[in-house]
């Protein structure tokens, strides 16, 4: 959807596709084998900026587009700095990019996208997704995304995502055009599956709950991290008071005046400090709601594994009763009730000629199941070897992220006290001169 505001295993597995050996051929095609698209081209969302134009419905919206500039690397090195290309993009199609290589890679963590509107945040910052400040961390996030996707071993060697970055014109047609739309499983049909497999994988049943654990506690985080900003704000515009106080007490006192003003001057530039401070916590913030996005896309790789157990357990099924059906044939005898032994009781044994002729249509069904079970059961595995290797890049990825995040938060904390600190020694020099 537009942004309206009037506002990563060098084969690829692709157990979506039936023509998965053609698609791999073309998804290879941009990136040379072993290597990553970030490693030959620079990549940025430069800027941001507001449109006005109409919509499908010919009516007036206005949205925001982004510059996406690519640059070879090669060039570079070879002492060139050659003008980058750029394009335009909007935020949908950022969206359309993502549906498609989560349709494409179901075994893969697929980078979250930016918020398209603000979460959690604290109360004196817009919620609006027009905000130039949102906007602009919402720029940050979608430079973010290209740049995990171009680092990824899989996903970067994907053609249509290195024609996202380098061809403007006729990129959503080429999408269209693969079908991924069509292939996409239904949400009823995944649901199913999720209350009907028999032997769901222990591994992806507790990364499931991994992934629901991840995301309540970063919720939790943020949330409380939204009540502290607030309060913090409010520690800080209080001094503001301190500011207005000694400049109006400095106006009756001769020979105290001096300090009290300059220990008002003091408290107002600390006062005042507090909303670049904050809009800054806003970028750690942001880095939590990506991984809180991320627990989305390992429910994703978990869903679509219940759906490949699911298929697989109804083939295997499917043969089981088939064999049944052909000893019922052979042997004469129904071991449990149905409607062909009823229909027996009824109007008698089939002749000879029938049941040759129905034991030789169970011989081809039950050929063909077993071929079906076997493709199945090498789907499953295949599928279940893929993501894992991704779910431990992504464990590795997430571990060294969080880490440095949570470190930097606490030290811009630090930093934050330490300025308080000074604030109130300089008072205190200033009243020591009184």
Request: negative net charge; aromatic residues 8%.
């Amino acid at each position: 959807m537009a942004d309206s505001g009037s506002e990563e295993v060098a084969v690829i597995v692709n157990t979506d596709l039936t023509d998965a050996e053609g698609q791999e051929n073309q998804n290879n095609t941009a990136v040379e084998e072993g290597s990553t698209l970030l490693k030959k081209m620079e990549i940025s969302v430069a800027e941001a900026e507001k449109r006005t134009g109409k919509n499908a419905v010919n009516m007036q919206e206005t949205y925001t587009v982004y510059l996406i500039e690519t640059r070879a690397i090669d060039a570079l090195t070879e002492g060139q700095s050659p003008a980058p290309d750029s394009l335009w993009r909007r935020y949908s199609e950022f969206e359309l990019l993502r549906n498609y290589l989560l349709v494409t890679y179901p075994f893969i963590v697929v980078p979250p996208l930016p918020e398209k509107r603000a979460e959690f945040v604290w109360h004196k910052l817009s919620a609006d997704n027009m905000d130039p400040d949102f906007v602009e961390r919402r720029r940050i996030g979608l430079e973010n995304f290209l740049l995990r996707v171009a680092s990824h071993t899989v996903l970067s060697k994907d053609s249509i995502f290195y024609q996202f970055l380098t061809q403007e014109n006729g990129w959503k047609d080429v999408v269209y055009d693969t079908g991924f739309q069509a292939k996409a499983d239904s949400r009823l049909k995944a649901l199913n599956a999720t209350f009907r497999v028999k032997n769901p994988d222990k591994r992806f049943t507790e990364l499931k709950h991994y992934s629901d654990e991840l995301q309540s506690v970063i919720s939790q985080l943020l949330r409380v991290r939204a009540r502290v900003a607030d309060r913090l704000y409010g520690v800080y515009k209080v001094h503001g008071n301190y500011g207005r106080v000694f400049s109006e007490w400095s106006a009756i006192e001769r020979e105290m005046g001096d300090g009290l003003q300059s220990a008002g001057h003091h408290m107002d530039a600390y006062a005042a400090s507090v909303d670049d401070i904050l809009e800054e916590e806003e970028h750690y913030a942001d880095q939590l709601k990506e991984y809180l996005f991320y627990s989305e896309a390992l429910r994703a790789v978990c869903r679509k594994h219940e759906l490949t157990q699911y298929e697989l357990e109804t083939a295997a099924q499917d043969l089981t009763s088939k064999k049944q059906q052909r000893e019922e044939l052979a042997t004469g005898t129904v071991r449990t009730f149905s409607l062909k032994g009823m229909t027996t009781k009824l109007f008698g044994q089939e002749t000879p000629e029938q049941r040759e002729a129905k034991l030789k249509v169970l011989e081809e069904q039950i050929i063909e199941g077993e071929e079906a079970v076997k493709s199945k059961n090498a789907e499953c595995e295949e599928y279940v070897q893929s993501a894992r290797v991704d779910i431990e890049r992504f464990k590795s990825q997430k571990d060294q992220d969080l880490k440095e995040a949570l470190i930097s938060y606490a030290v811009m904390q630090i930093s934050m006290c330490k300025k308080g600190i000074q604030v109130w020694t300089n008072a205190k020099e200033c009243f020591s001169k009184m």
